[in-house]
């Protein structure tokens, strides 16, 4: 059986400080992860055309709400444009005292989103000139697990990002692999999740994820019994690939040419606040709580393989592992009677079990609705947009309700 080597699992999400909420304030969001569940929100410092100034502004300013608010944030060093490790140190001894600096067993936690190792060592240019005892978690795109948990990978363990195209059973193997090194070595292993990944900002960046529906609900679900000692939900705001399970803002720097990420992923949220109690709590299965219940929803707008009317891309990469289907997540106390109406297809109807349960329905094109019911009592009763043959410009984004 998998083990931690933390008693405080916790549950994180990558937030990009590139992408500021409006007005500049995180009062909503800080409220909105505190709500589902989330410990902190892993700073993504750095991005595309920073104004290091300007950024730095954004972080204190992110701290100083965070300590208002008694929520807790943490660095995630962005080494595809942070290329000064000293700027490094200097921010993380400027927020060690802060009382919204997250810190676990006493160490302040320090992590990053690397495609490749930084020309720094982190040991020597970073963490020795850290005023504090750090627990550092580095990211990787690497798919070797042994690799990742070698004593010549600085750290206390690794941060293994999503790899958007491995199957689903290659992202599981993987993660026991991930497991069974953490075991024997006795680091820690932060993992992934991510509600979805879709992007088309240009030819060179065009693609999709081969995990379709699995990467999510199916994912939490492993990570349940595999148990590393953390998980963060990649991304809360990163709207121009599709991950995003904040709200979203079209006003938002950087979303210009994102037309695909005004879709709703809210519920991405509520299920992460019932998958993560179990998670914290150890649990394998999802218990849930009358209060909590919920029956939802998650499609694409239109058929995988069709192009829009005046694209100029191709499909995108694994477009051909997405399925034209609405995907039903029910959250219940009791069994219930779902019905879901895809378009002008006749009714589907099934009972549902208490706790958790995925299902997976071929849609049709039109209008999707549903409803769950318990005797007289209406559990969820939804409707969202219609499925089209064809939109304008291609759309891989998912919509959730």
Known sequence: MAKRSTSTPLVFAHYMLIMQPKGGDYTQDINLAKKAGIDAFAVNYGGWNVDWTQQEGYLANFYQTAEALDFHLFLSIDTTSV??????VRLSNTYSTSSAQLKVDGKVMLSSFQTDPPAWNWETDVIAKINSPVLFLPGSLSNDAAALFSNDIPGDGPFPWIHTSATADEEHSLDVALASQRDSSGKKWMAAIAPWFFTRLSSDKNWSQAQDDSIFVDRWLSLLSLKPDFIEIVTWNDWSESSYVGPTDSSAPGTTDVYWANLDHGPFRELS??????????????????????VYMFYRLQPASVLGSSDTLPLPTDASNLKDDVFVVSLLSDAAEITLKSGDAAPVTWSAPAGLQKTSHAWSLGTQSLQAKRGDKVVADKTGPAIVGQMDKYNGNVVAL
């Open 273 to 294: 606040k019932a998958l993560g109690k179990s998670f914290k709590a150890g649990g394998e299965t999802v218990t849930v709580d009358e209060a909590d219940e919920g």
């Open 83 to 88: 290329k000064d490790p000293a700027m490094i």
